[in-house]
């Protein structure tokens, strides 16, 4: 039967099911970094949700997984407040979802009375964990975990360990103080290397990059920390004091320039068909690249029309992340192309 043509205590328990599920491979993959399930599993589930609660709006509480970041703060590390809050991604599946929320961004910037030309910045989607570093005068301060976005754990002494992360920021217009968030990650060579020493040892090899990427960075003993190939790009910025800069490009400039490393995978496009090409390219190279990854996150360049823009509770609405169907259906993505 379709939820809509459940009687109502059966649509309540079916949902609170569904949120019970969501919460509980959360906890597993954030938490305890051991998931229960596939990424696409979870995300079919989580899918589940979303359509369930635009069936019945009724339903959705502030606290339903849907409004909310979806981390959480371990009682192992202490908590720190990041200083701006942190999001999620809203997640697109197929070109046409990503096409109908292109032209809604458009609309809404038009909208708000934005003339110019929309430039759509986009990189590949590191399948890696979000980190949070504040330098203050340059200084590294400390470095956090997202957490729920408004509190992440304390990793810093971790953090230090990773040669990509510098303790102090060089060259010129450094802010007096600066949050920069950044994608943990290790490399595809470095996760092959790392599980055959596992096994070498006679320990358990790790499921995938990302979960060894985050099990290594969330570790009691930064010496542990130090023994694992990690590895960071940056791709945000959070409170910021004197920045000189316009748009999510300049300030990619500028990050290199102060010694923090951007991904070599990202380009300022135009329109949509360029939109779509990067897409396609990626698609075909995902494998030949440094990392995994699992879409492409296409954000407004401009910090103006972002700001305009603004954020749900959940998710900025200046940024979209297209996810990659699963392998076994990549062909079939040169075939969309040309239809949309
Ligand atoms: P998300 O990972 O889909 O997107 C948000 C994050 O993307 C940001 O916090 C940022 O750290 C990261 N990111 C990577 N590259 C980026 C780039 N270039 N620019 C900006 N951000 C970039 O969102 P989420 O809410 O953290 O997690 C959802 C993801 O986690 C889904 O892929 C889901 O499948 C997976 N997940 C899996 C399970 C499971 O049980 N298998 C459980 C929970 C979540």
Redesign the pocket.
């Known amino acids: 039967r379709q939820p809509e043509q459940l009687p109502d205590e059966a649509v309540r328990q079916e949902y609170d099911r569904v949120v019970d599920e969501?919460r509980r491979?959360?906890h597993?993959?954030?938490t305890e970094d051991a998931?229960?399930?596939?990424?696409?599993?979870?995300?079919a589930?989580?899918r589940h949700l979303e359509e369930l609660e635009a069936l019945h709006p009724e339903l959705v509480a502030n606290d339903s997984p849907t409004q909310e970041?979806?981390?959480e703060v371990s009682a192992a590390f202490a908590p720190v407040r990041h200083l701006q809050r942190?999001?999620?991604?809203e997640?697109v599946f197929s070109l046409e979802e990503l096409q109908v929320w292109i032209e809604r961004a458009t609309a809404s910037v038009e909208k708000l009375g934005g003339t110019q030309q929309l430039r759509w910045l986009s990189?590949?989607?590191?399948?890696?964990?979000?980190?949070n570093l504040l330098y203050r005068d340059g200084e590294l301060v400390r470095a956090a975990t997202?957490g729920d976005g408004t509190t992440g754990e304390d990793i810093t002494h971790n953090a230090l360990t990773i040669k990509d992360i510098p303790t102090r920021l060089s060259g010129s217009n450094v802010p007096g103080e600066v949050e920069i968030?950044?994608?943990i990650f290790i490399a595809s060579r470095g996760f092959v290397e790392l599980n055959e020493k596992m096994v070498a040892e006679g320990k358990a090899p790790f499921a995938n990059p990302?979960n060894a990427a985050a099990g290594s960075l969330r570790q009691k003993d930064p010496a542990v920390t130090a023994q694992r190939p990690l590895s960071m790009?940056v791709?945000?910025i959070g409170a910021r004091e004197g920045l000189a800069a316009a748009s999510q490009s300049e300030t990619y400039a500028l990050l290199r320039e102060w010694g923090l490393p951007t991904?070599p995978y990202?380009k300022v496009l135009e329109n949509f068909q360029e939109v779509l090409d990067f897409i396609g390219h990626f698609g075909q190279h995902r494998h030949d690249l440094l990392h995994e990854?699992?879409?492409i996150?296409v954000?407004v360049d401009d910090f103006g029309l972002q700001r305009a823009l603004g954020h749900t509770s959940?998710?900025p609405r200046w940024?979209v992340?297209y996810?990659y169907p699963p392998e076994e259906v990549h062909t079939k993505l040169l075939d969309i192309r040309v239809n949309v």
């Open positions: 969501v491979h959360r597993a993959y954030y998931p229960l399930i596939s990424d696409a599993e979870y995300d589930l989580y970041v979806g981390g942190m999001y999620s991604l997640d990189e590949v989607k590191i399948d890696g964990l979000a980190v997202r968030r950044g994608e990302r790009f791709h945000g991904s990202f990854i699992d879409g996150v954000k959940r998710v940024a992340a996810k």
